[in-house]
């Protein structure tokens, strides 16, 4: 996952591969020792290595978000984008 878009061209920087604009993927976070799962992230994705990329802004919401996950008392935790963005408003 990289956030620099503006970086890539609409290539993939690892394979070289085409981004695909206007995608969904799933992507896990490492936290310590807690592992975060996110669903439906807004992304590129490369149409070869299926590696994601996110936009500076989007990647900072991603980060804002995922602090929520830190004291949970669980090892591993599944969401989806749309879910978080849906606390985090009501919060």
Do not use: W
Request: charged share 20%; with cysteine; aromatic share 4%.
């Amino acid at each position: 996952m990289i956030g620099e878009r503006e970086e890539n061209k609409g290539r993939c920087p690892l394979c070289g591969g085409t981004l695909i604009p206007h995608q969904k993927a799933t992507i896990p976070f490492v936290l310590g020792n807690k592992v975060v799962v996110i669903k439906d992230v807004p992304a590129e994705v490369c149409g070869s290595c299926h590696e994601p990329y996110l936009t500076g802004r989007l990647t900072d919401q991603v980060m804002a978000l995922l602090s929520s996950f830190r004291n949970l008392p669980v090892e591993v935790s599944v969401t989806s984008y749309d879910a978080l963005t849906e606390l985090k408003q009501a919060a």
